[in-house]
């Protein structure tokens, strides 16, 4: 591994140095973030701390290397926060970037490229290149940050964010629903999908538990929670708020991950959850349904190669990520945009400086 950078400069001349090399954050993503035969990983986290921040304008940059949980801290004390919910609190806001990963809370906002207006990244050459700006209004140039947004590293080197973030809610409110079993669950969750009560997060649980969230003003929540009370039926629990920041803290941490298995993430529809979760059970596979039944996360389990997955998604026609567990090259089951994905590729790194996947 190429030692941590804590300049530009520093990593520019460790990138020029070596033929081919795969950025590395925080290492919560091993499955992406492991290189492989003689390419070098190259450690961004000391490329760390905020540019600028102006609370007023609802923006900040940050170095690539930021911890996501710093970040937090940072805008938690102007009451302010970023609301697609980014996992892992040790992960690197360039680490999120760059896996394209979401929580719970890109149900009703929107994931990370929904939030990313400005970005600035080694090329393959090593040269600086920048993309969008630090205001929220500006559409000039190619859109270069939602293209880095779940590029694996295998575009650039991210070196510089910028955000745009929200107020923070004055209160949030968590209820948790119990269903007989899958399908009832998945109809409740078609139902508020197209219902009018705005859902911070919806979440799924294989056994048909949904766990809901609302937020706002504090004076508000208490109707709000009966009349959702009343949409999910007579089963519905409100619970108290340790309760509910141990459950969403569980999610945003994956600590429902067994040990050693491979976390994978995939696009699904509600309407291919029953498949593909009749699949995973006979694997043994833990999983969550997110953002309404149309993101699953999957725990591949250990003894099991994750080939086997891919051929689960390939069959099913759904696409993967693999994030942590086994060191991979990232995707699994159906490709898709490959033609375009290769020009991209032969614009940006002509050279093959960064793995392929």
């Known amino acids: 591994m190429i030692s941590a950078a804590s300049s530009i400069d520093a990593l520019q001349e460790a990138l020029r140095a070596h033929p081919q090399v795969l950025p590395r954050g925080a290492g919560t993503k091993p499955a992406l973030s492991t290189p492989s035969g003689l390419t070098a990983s190259l450690d961004v986290s000391g490329l760390s701390g905020f540019v600028d921040y102006d609370p007023a304008e609802l923006t900040f940059t940050a170095r690539a290397g930021t911890r996501v949980r710093d970040v937090d801290v940072v805008l ?91 107020p923070r809610p004055e209160a949030w409110a968590t209820l948790r629903a119990e269903h007989p079993d899958l399908p009832t669950a998945l109809e409740q969750v078609r139902r508020l999908a197209r219902g009018p009560i705005e859902l911070d997060a919806l979440e799924l649980h294989p056994s048909g538990t949904l766990w809901l969230r609302l937020s706002g003003p504090a004076r508000t929540l208490p109707a709000r929670c009966e009349r959702l009370a009343r949409a999910v039926g007579g089963n519905a629990e409100l619970l108290d708020e340790e309760a509910a920041d141990r459950g969403w803290q569980e999610r945003r941490e994956f600590a429902w991950v067994p040990a050693g298995a491979d976390l994978v993430k995939a696009a699904v529809t509600p309407s291919r959850v029953p498949a593909l979760d009749a699949e ?58 490959g033609a375009f994905a290769q020009r991209v590729r032969r614009g940006l790194d002509p050279h093959n400086r960064f793995p392929g996947v």
């Open 76 to 166: 938690s004390a102007e009451r302010q926060y970023l609301p697609f919910d980014p996992p892992w609190p040790a992960a690197t806001m360039g680490g999120i970037v760059a896996a394209g990963t979401s929580g719970p809370g890109s149900y009703r906002y929107g994931g990370v490229r929904d939030f990313i207006i400005g970005i600035r990244f080694l090329d393959a050459g090593g040269r600086l290149v920048g993309g969008g700006g630090r205001v929220v209004k500006n559409a000039a140039g190619f859109d270069l940050p939602k293209l880095m947004v779940g590029s694996l590293g295998r575009l650039g080197v991210l070196v510089e964010l910028t955000f745009k973030v929200f």
């Open 280 to 337: 995973l059970a006979r694997a043994g596979a833990a999983r969550r349904y997110s953002r309404a039944a149309t993101l699953a996360w999957i725990a591949w389990p250990e003894p099991r190669p994750v080939t086997g997955l891919d051929l689960v998604l390939r069959r099913l026609g759904l696409t993967g990520l693999a994030l942590t567990g086994r060191p991979s090259s990232g995707l699994l089951g159906a490709r898709t945009g």
